[in-house]
């Protein structure tokens, strides 16, 4: 009786469930039931780490997919065009932990060229931060960045089929021209939405890796939450993914409109 008490389970659940929204509009987003400590303290160590990580991949896995998306959809229809197209489909095919299990077996096992725990605390220069880095962000790059570059691919394309761009080349304009001054910025929209999105795929990926690298982020802490049955734990970091993925999205959103004037209308 004493343990329901102090875990409140001798109240409703609604009421429960009220006290716990409130909890968390305030700040307070419970205690632990394992570790018996603060949730929030729990996960403001290992959020740095998971930006880190996430940031790291926005870094590598952004400008690789614009470059390709776009130079696919300038010459739309050419070998370059079929190859970047089956090779972004054949990745989004294979999911992220095969994608990572394979990249242990042959970079960390068979070959031995980087570490299988893909976090140190030991790191010295830019050459350890490569190698700790390596793995997990190449695995989650893979799908994101195919991902985007399908997305980015068809919203040029889409642009350049307009009028104004079919009147851009009547006039003489080059291809480049075309599609840096008509095309990219019309579609600078839908190009926000595919990297909001894809980006907001890394918070499903992100599970993933950071539990075959065994990675100290938010993400390898709620999988530990869920095999120990650390409710309030799981709560918090399920609310965590939650709002990064609404907040990505509203961003996304408002790029739309701003750099479309039809959208404010």
Known sequence: KGLREAMNLDEPAALRFLSWLGGLLSGDLGVSYVNDQPVAMLISGRLANSLQLAAVTVLVSVPVALTLGITAATYRGSLYDRIVSVISVSVVSVPEFLVATASV?????????????????????????????????????????????????????????????????????????????????????????????????????????????????????MVDAVSTRDLPLIQACAMLFCLAYLTLVTLADIIAIVSNPRLRT
């Open 105 to 221: 077996l042959i970079f960390a096992v068979y070959l031995g060229w980087l570490p299988a725990l893909s976090f140190s605390r030991e790191v010295d220069g830019i050459l350890d931060i490569l190698r700790v880095y390596a793995m997990p962000v190449i695995s989650l790059s893979f799908v994101v960045s195919a991902q985007m570059i399908r997305m980015t691919r068809a919203a040029v394309i889409d642009t350049l089929n307009t009028s104004y761009a079919e009147m851009a080349r009547l006039k003489g304009a080059s291809r480049r021209r075309v599609v840096l001054h008509h095309a990219l910025p019309n579609a600078l929209g839908p190009i926000a939405n595919a990297i909001a999105l894809s980006v907001s795929y890394l918070l499903g990926g992100v599970i993933i890796v950071e539990t075959i690298f065994s990675y100290p982020g938010v993400a390898k802490l």
